[in-house]
């Protein structure tokens, strides 16, 4: 009874756009245990496989003059390699392969996360939140390990006055932890919105065969508004890649360079 | 039904917050992550900076190169210039030194002329003495045969000393 509430002969419209988002094992119908093929790592070893393709296969050729693909490659190296010079310092480009890991994997996941019918990893939180706690936990190692003690003062705001930097430093502790949670919940939230509205416009697209009268209006509407949010989503999945990977260097730097 | 009733309600919660998949999105992440660093720090970024280097070093190789070119032709065209120079300063050497010869030719030409005018003068004007002294004699000599004959005819007697020496006395007048 409660299936056929939930299938196809329902009348009416169906609004599922969370269902996406569901870690489904890509065979069989069982539990989901940590080592079960699931379309999580079927949509990660895309991820992995257009990496691959764009910046190996894309390089085969090691052309002076680059190919198409070649361009791209060493238009996304460049990016990469200037933002963390840009901002965390000469010093920060050690990093520079870490940071163009989660940059790649970012951006692959977002776009991929696009084609129909896809599954977005970036859009759980379980995944941003990983991807934060290692900038997190880098950050913070390496500025101990740079520092010492030393570390600490970038929560004491030697510029302040001094009954103020108490206060300041507080903030600071605070705001340093809240870092992983704003990171992590930003990249996944913003996915994760993005496509939950295309997806409810995509269940009032179908209006037309429902009624006609209402439908001549709201179907064009929907399909029009999906198409101009998807374009929007292609925008978001690039700048929140960005978003995540400026940010990560900006919390190297200051593990870098603590001192303000 | 009532267990259904509870799958159709945790179908539409968030997936996001079913914890029950957290391990194995987190393991897969962690292969995913793992996988593009070794492909990134092994093969890719390696091979793009290598790229990236050798077109640098084949830019700034042209570039060199371009620039000694430049100069190259600079410097030909300098040499070129000084060719020209050192040409017309030839052609003009060796006009004045023509100038100078052909000169030199004239005036000893000239020289050699005025000379040998000189020369046929003074022979013409000796040989004029010459002829002028033999017919002073030829008329003396006139002079003295016509005088003997004139004395003789006249029924004197020609005394030849003193005929010659009238004659003398009157050619010297």
Redesign the interface.
């Known amino acids: 009874?409660?299936?056929d509430a939930?299938g196809a002969a329902e009348p009416g419209l169906v609004f599922?756009p969370?269902?996406q988002?569901?870690?489904k094992p890509l065979f069989g119908d069982g539990?989901?245990?940590?080592?079960?093929l699931?379309n999580?790592?079927l949509w990660?070893?895309l991820?992995?496989a257009a990496?691959?393709a764009l910046?190996?296969m894309g390089?085969a050729g090691?052309?002076?003059i680059?190919s198409r693909t070649?361009s791209i490659?060493?238009l996304a190296?460049?990016f990469v390699r200037k933002m963390v010079e840009d901002v965390a310092g000469k010093d920060g480009l050690k990093f520079?392969?870490?940071i163009?890991?989660?940059f790649?994997?970012i951006l692959f996941a977002n776009m991929l996360g696009l084609l129909p019918m896809a599954f977005t990893?970036t859009?759980?939180?379980?995944?941003t939140a990983?991807?934060a706690m290692?900038v997190f936990l880098t950050v913070t190692i390496v500025g101990f390990v740079r520092h010492g003690a030393g570390f600490l003062s970038l929560f004491w705001v030697s510029s302040a006055p001094l009954p103020l930097r108490p206060v300041l430093a507080l903030i600071e502790v605070i705001s340093y932890f809240v870092r992983p949670v704003s990171h992590s919940i930003r990249l996944?939230g913003n996915m994760?919105a993005g496509h939950a509205v295309v997806k409810v416009f995509a269940a009032f697209a179908p209006m037309i065969v429902i009624s006609t009268g209402i439908g001549l209006l709201v179907t064009p509407l929907s399909i029009l508004a999906i198409a101009t949010i998807y374009a929007l989503e292609l925008l978001v999945a690039f700048i929140q890649a960005y978003v995540f990977t400026i940010l990560t260097c900006v919390y190297l730097k200051d593990a870098l360079h603590p001192h303000h | 039904m009532a267990s259904e009733a509870q799958a159709t309600e945790s179908a539409t919660g968030l997936p996001q917050l079913d914890f029950s998949t957290f391990g194995n999105q987190i393991f897969w992440l962690l292969v995913a992550l793992v996988v593009i660093y070794f492909i990134l720090s092994r093969v890719a970024l390696p091979r793009i900076a290598a790229v990236l280097a050798e077109r640098q070093g084949s830019i700034t190789n042209d570039l060199a190169a371009a620039e000694d070119l430049k100069a190259r032709a600079v410097e030909a065209e300098e040499a070129y210039r000084q060719a020209l120079a050192d040409a017309r300063a030839e052609a003009q050497k060796i006009v004045a030194e023509t100038k100078a010869a052909i000169k030199a030719d004239l005036d000893r030409a000239n020289e050699k002329a005025n000379q040998e005018i000189a020369e046929r003068v003074a022979e013409g004007e000796k040989a004029l003495a010459e002829i002028r002294a033999s017919a002073l004699d030829a008329v003396r000599d006139v002079a003295k045969d016509v005088a003997a004959e004139l004395v003789t005819v006249m029924g004197g007697k020609a005394d030849g000393r003193s005929v010659t020496a009238a004659v003398n006395a009157r050619m010297k007048g």
């Open positions: 009874m409660a299936t939930h599922h969370m269902d988002f569901m870690v539990a989901v245990g940590i080592f079960t699931t999580v790592t990660m070893a991820t992995v990496i691959f910046l190996v390089t090691r052309a002076t680059p070649q490659a060493e190296y460049d520079f392969p870490y163009m890991t989660l790649l994997f990893t859009s759980h939180i379980a995944v990983v991807l290692m996944a994760m």
